[in-house]
């Protein structure tokens, strides 16, 4: 009998800074599956911008096209909002915010299985004087705290986001084995 494996491709967005987080979430992924795919057929596949195929077109828009093919989304946040779209006509004012708004809707079309939200803590000096990338991400956060639609998780460090996700790798797991659908070993 072949041995069919479940393939989830999960994404992670973010501006820059955030790099130490980006290589946990590669590291956990390759290790969680490392560990479980024999015994549990399955795979979480990391998908990040710095693998995104390079082409014609719009740079975001391929990005976006990877995220759409996706059923999880890991968004962190830190001190930086990120960098403004080249398209003086975009309608958001950076990436990491389209790509949160394409993953909140592929969410309500139930084309995603969940999105997940980070924010790395920011000292009490850096947050008095907050600076234009800092006052847009507190804005953001204080918009989500607002208008109570999504449970987000606060983390200090690399190594605490990194612990923070084997519980949504164990959350994801249980949910594919929960899934009628699913082959079981």
């Given amino acids: ?11 992670i967005g973010s501006p820059g800074g955030l790099e130490p987080e980006r290589k946990a979430f590669r590291i956990k992924l390759n290790n969680f599956n490392s560990a479980n795919a024999d015994e549990f057929r399955i795979l979480f596949e990391p998908v990040c911008w710095e693998e995104t195929l390079r082409g014609a077109g719009r740079p975001q828009a391929l990005i976006d096209r990877d995220l759409e093919e996706c ?19 975009a309608e958001f004012t950076a990436a990491t915010e389209e790509e949160w708004n394409l993953a909140l809707k ?4 139930s084309k995603m299985k969940n999105v997940t939200l980070f924010f790395k803590n920011v000292d009490d000096r850096q947050r008095n004087d907050a600076g234009p990338q800092l006052s847009k ?14 449970f ?34």
Avoid: C
């Fill in 1 to 11: 009998m072949p041995r069919i494996l479940t393939q989830y491709r999960v994404f």
């Fill in 152 to 185: 987000f998780g606060v983390y200090d460090d690399s190594e605490h986001f990194a612990r923070t996700l084997d519980l949504h790798l164990a959350r994801w797991l249980k949910n594919h084995l929960d899934d009628p659908g699913v082959r079981r070993p």
């Fill in 106 to 109: 592929l969410y309500e079309e």
């Fill in 137 to 150: 991400v507190l804005a953001f956060r204080k918009q989500i705290e607002k208008e109570k639609k999504h």
């Fill in 71 to 89: 059923d999880y989304a890991v968004f962190i946040l830190h001190d930086r909002w990120g960098t403004p779209p080249s398209d003086e006509n």
